[in-house]
T-cell receptor
Framework: EAQVTQNPRYLITVTGKKLTVTCSQN?????MSWYRQDPGLGLRQIYY???????DKGDVPEGYKVSRKEKRNFPLILESPSPNQTSLYFC????????????FGNGTRLTVT | AQSVTQLDSHVSVSEGTPVLLRCNYS??????LFWYVQHPNKGLQLLLK??????LVKGINGFEAEFKKSETSFHLTKPSAHMSDAAEYFC?????????????FGSGTRLSIRP
């Protein structure tokens, strides 16, 4: 089954403790991206990757890192999480081209205390 | 600059009546436009997309949207609402090139269905 898999689904952590949210897709998509969803703000793009070893900042990259060493994986790293990073995070992938729809994971709800 | 405005944060309709969710956009180029739906505790699912072919686009679950360039609008409609349509809906503008990407989400419209 074609899918985007995020882990974990829920994560509670404390300020400053490094964490990684994994994302994997099995559709051989070149494009992958991370979003955060906050009430009233829709989804905002954190980082995206057009292909392996190519990453770029989205609209809200501060406090986040990503890497794209393999085509299928695109982990999101919070080196020193803070409470304002408490949010619902989504990973998505698609083929290249502006008319290619995004395929989303089921989300990761992160709470930073 | 790109932007997407969903004109209503919440829409409530009775079951069996028409649904209208409004979306206006701005884009420097000819964008691709999408509507996604998000049911509670789920990821986003594609409803339909416009990619410069027919201006009236049909999607899943009886939804359709009409691209009106003169009004820079891409409103989502459904003739008869069903209880299962209750969800959050997002209008999205996408511009992607060989070396860059810009995907903008609207702030979402929560659709409630009254029995």
């Amino acid at each position: 089954e074609a899918q985007v898999t995020q882990n974990p689904r829920y994560l509670i952590t404390v300020t400053g403790k490094k964490l990684t949210v994994t994302c994997s897709q099995n559709m051989n998509h070149e494009y992958m991206s991370w979003y955060r969803q906050d009430p009233g703000l829709g989804l905002r793009q954190i980082y995206y990757s057009m292909n392996v070893e190519v990453t770029d900042k989205g609209d809200v990259p501060e406090g986040y890192k990503v890497s794209r060493k393999e085509k299928r994986n695109f982990p999101l790293i919070l080196e020193s999480p803070s409470p304002n990073q408490t949010s619902l995070y989504f990973c998505a992938s698609s083929s290249q081209g502006s008319n290619s729809p995004l395929h989303f994971g089921n989300g990761t709800r992160l709470t930073v205390t | 600059a790109q932007s997407v405005t969903q004109l209503d944060s919440h829409v409530s309709v009775s079951e069996g009546t028409p649904v209208l969710l409004r979306c206006n956009y701005s884009s420097s180029y000819s964008p691709s436009l999408f509507w996604y739906v998000q049911h509670p505790n789920k990821g986003l699912q594609l409803l339909l997309k416009y990619t410069s072919a027919a201006t009236l686009v049909k999607g899943i679950n009886g939804f359709e949207a009409e691209f009106k360039k003169s009004e820079t609008s891409f409103h989502l409609t459904k003739p008869s609402a069903h209880m299962s349509d209750a969800a959050e809906y997002f209008c999205v503008v996408s511009e992607r090139y060989s070396s860059a990407s810009k995907i903008i989400f609207g702030s979402g419209t929560r659709l409630s269905i009254r029995p």
